[in-house]
């Protein structure tokens, strides 16, 4: 990040003296913290850049905070990288940004369309699906759909790169390559120094001339990405569409390398949301209780740093990792720091003894109400623990697990159901080792081979029981891992608790669940909501889809029944059914769920991931996709322990199909509260939204909390008694900004 600021200073600093020398030139910046350090750091480069935004020669892209990953980054973090970025730019230059700019990002969520139009974005920009190692992409120019069905228009450079020289065979290229060629008849490259800096010189700029009408050559013309873009769009509106997630078919490590760095990002990402929410209910509940903007801004604005795409997905030095854990420790300090404060500024207000719980999430826990708190409700149910010849079995009266001499889960029966949930003679909870040898780029990469070989580890130093928990503990090579298994008391819960201390180079460690579903394809989280993937590899575009990014759950069903996989802090998975064998399969084959846990890779830091790292799974029996997005929400945001009574919650959502994702208030400092809410499920519904405090008027706002005049993306909401009522499409993302009385 320090070497960046620099970098930042040098080719800003030359863009803006060679527009002084080329007019027509336009320098194209699409992270809006490097404005940010400029302004701070930099004044006199900062003084150069705004006369260039007057000249027209500068033109700020993106509107995000950094360029972030597009798969692991939560929901509610992709919109605040909108609405800080968006906000210094027109802040700071007066200027509104209409792009999207993501060129070197490692695949694109299917909720981005959707994220991107909310936040007053229009067009789209990549070309780093051109770098897919088993499928082309078909399209340069396309319009992008995504989840809930918004589209936004798309263009890929035919060029392939974001370091393109403007030279013949460049120029070239993108003719003879562009798919969309006839219809459409204009494409964009990206051209200047990237990935370390520098930007457009003196010889680029020649050329682009010397290109500019030139007989057999393609026209060049030097201009600002939106006019592009407007140009592009009114020639070619009837373009292609691309439906669903853009999955790079590379880069797959980058789900999991750096697990520290990641667990770190979403641990981060949930306290925010939880610090947020309780300020808002300390400052609506106790008038001298100060709502600490500037200091959440700050913490946000440092969350949104690291998930930097190269930070977050672990492809940094070890110099960079090392400063991200330790940001991530500080950040968990201070926002613990602004939760305590905040509910004891509401509890410590509320007369009364008892001892209750705070409830963050946005579904009911331990029997208190979402965003409230109350005295927990004792939980019925009882776990047995016995010993059944050489297996430990637990029992809880919903879910019965017997744990094998060898410490893995021999048997899985759901007492509800009547039905066995692991195949005959499978192993649960395993941990399976792979050697790990990427043909090129160690960090970023998992190649389809590794799953040639593998050791299923089943040596152990011994199984043993504490209280309710089966304790295992192994040794492998260089490592240990100790795995904890219990149930939960009240529901069909399984859960797996792995501690590794990982000593490994050029290995991968998963955690397997085989489950006897017959499973065509699977669901995993995503922002907002989710997207199904094959489980099978009929097509090239299904077998090379071997590893796959989630958010906090993926589920696997059969008709009428599935089973959900949560994690706290893994992102990497792969779900599949057996390959064929020699007598033919039995009719329904069984589908195995394995998490990616940890990696050893050489480069670029030959330490990668070494050291101890806990990791917390969940096995939910019986689950629906609601079940799995509510115990997603459990494992991220725990309730917890606040003296007195408790205190109603300062929203309620009426159908548990529409998700609240957050509650703060706006970022203009007016004193209106902001709610954002998700329809979860992929289908339509109808929620009430009351309010637990002095409402005045509601109207619905984008990710930018201001109005847009898109008709098509936003809700309307109907007054009713004590709130709003709303009719959400599938997936759709609401976001109500409400005035005080």
């Not at 109350?374 to 050489?390: D, I, M, N, S, W």
């Not at 006897?516 to 009929?538: K, M």
Request: glycine content about 8%.
């Amino acid at each position: 990040i320090r070497e960046t600021v620099r970098k930042c200073a040098r080719t800003f600093s030359s863009a803006t003296l060679l527009a002084e020398e080329y007019p027509e030139l336009v320098f194209a910046c699409s992270q809006q913290v490097q404005y940010a350090w400029m302004r701070d750091r930099y004044p006199a480069v900062w003084e150069r850049m705004k006369q260039a935004a007057r000249n027209g020669t500068w033109a700020p892209i993106s509107g995000m905070w950094v360029e972030p990953d597009g798969n692991l980054p939560s929901g509610e973090a992709m919109a605040r990288q909108f609405l800080y970025g968006k906000h210094l730019v027109e802040d700071e230059l007066g200027l509104k940004v209409d792009e999207v700019w993501l060129p070197d990002t490692f695949g694109y969520s299917a909720a981005l369309p959707q994220i991107c139009r909310l936040a007053e974005a229009r067009f789209f920009m990549s070309q780093k699906m051109s770098w897919n190692k088993t499928n082309v992409f078909p399209h340069h120019t396309f319009w992008w759909e995504g989840i809930d069905g918004t589209r936004i228009f798309t263009h890929f450079p035919p060029s392939d790169t974001y370091n393109a020289t403007v030279s013949a065979a460049e120029v070239h290229r993108s003719r003879n390559t562009f798919k969309d060629a006839g219809p459409a008849n204009h494409t964009m490259m990206a051209f200047g120094w990237g990935d370390g800096g520098g930007g457009p010189t003196r010889e680029m700029l020649e050329r682009a001339r010397r290109l500019a009408d030139l007989d057999g050559s393609p026209k060049v013309v030097v201009e600002k990405p939106q006019r592009f873009f407007e140009t592009a769009l009114a020639e070619y509106p009837h373009a292609p569409v691309w439906v669903g997630e853009m999955y790079l078919e590379f880069h797959r490590g980058t789900y999991t390398t750096h697990v520290a760095t990641k667990q770190g990002n979403r641990r981060t990402e949930h306290l925010l949301v939880e610090a947020e929410l309780w300020c808002t209910t300390a400052a609506l509940r106790d008038p001298s209780y100060a709502y600490p903007h500037d200091e959440l801004d700050d913490l946000w604005r440092e969350a949104l740093l690291l998930q930097f795409h190269d930070i977050l997905p672990g492809s940094s030095i070890r110099w960079v990792h090392r400063e991200a854990h330790e940001s991530y420790e500080v950040l968990r300090q201070r926002l613990e720091a602004l939760i305590a404060d905040a509910l004891a500024a509401v509890g410590g207000t509320t007369p009364g003894g008892g001892e209750a719980v705070a409830n963050a999430s946005p579904f009911p826990q331990r029997g208190v109400p979402a965003f409230g708190a109350a005295a927990p409700t004792e939980t019925a149910g009882e776990v047995q623990v016995r010993p059944e010849g050489g297996d430990v079995v637990l029992d809880n009266g919903l879910l019965r697990v017997v744990v094998g001499p060898d410490g893995t889960v021999r048997s899985l029966y759901d007492h509800t159901a009547q039905r066995q949930l692991l195949p005959e003679g499978a192993r649960g909870a395993l941990l399976q080792l792979h050697p790990d040898h990427p043909n090129q780029y160690e960090a970023w990469d998992i190649e389809s081979f590794y799953r040639n070989t593998v050791t299923d580890l089943v040596d152990h130093d011994g199984v043993q029981v504490d209280g309710t928990t089966v304790v295992v503990r192994r040794r492998f090579d260089s490592s240990t891992a100790t795995t904890r298994l219990s149930l939960a008391a009240d529901e069909p819960r399984l859960d797996v608790q792995v501690d590794v201390d990982w000593h490994e180079r050029e290995r991968l460690l998963k955690l397997a669940f085989p489950l006897d579903l017959h499973a065509r394809g699977y669901t995993s989280e995503i922002q907002y909501g989710f997207v199904e993937r094959p489980t099978h590899a009929n097509t090239s575009w299904d077998a090379a889809m071997f590893e796959t990014a989630a958010q906090r759950w993926v589920h696997v069903g059969e008709g009428g029944y599935g089973v959900a996989v949560v994690n706290q802090g893994t992102y990497g998975h792969d779900v599949a059914k057996p390959t064929g064998s020699a007598d033919g399969g039995r009719g329904a084959e069984p589908t195995t769920v394995r998490l990616s846990l940890v990696r050893g890779p050489l480069y670029p830091d030959p330490r990668a991931d070494e050291g101890e790292h806990t990791f917390h799974v969940s096995l939910l029996a019986g689950a629906t996709i609601a079940d799995a997005t509510r115990g997603g929400y459990a494992k991220a945001l725990p309730p917890r322990p606040v003296p007195g009574p408790g205190w109603q919650p300062v929203v309620t959502c009426s159908n548990p199909q529409v998700v609240v994702s957050s509650v703060k208030l706006a970022h203009d400092r007016s004193g209106d509260v902001i709610v954002r809410l998700y329809e979860s499920l992929g289908g339509r519904a109808t929620t009430t939204v009351t309010y637990g405090f002095d409402a005045g008027g509601t109207s619905v706002v984008n990710l930018l909390e201001r109005p847009d005049g898109e008709t098509e993306t936003l809700a309307e909401a109907v007054p009713v008694e004590g709130g709003v009522r709303l009719e959400l499409r599938p997936f759709q993302i609401v976001t109500l900004r409400v005035t005080r009385v």
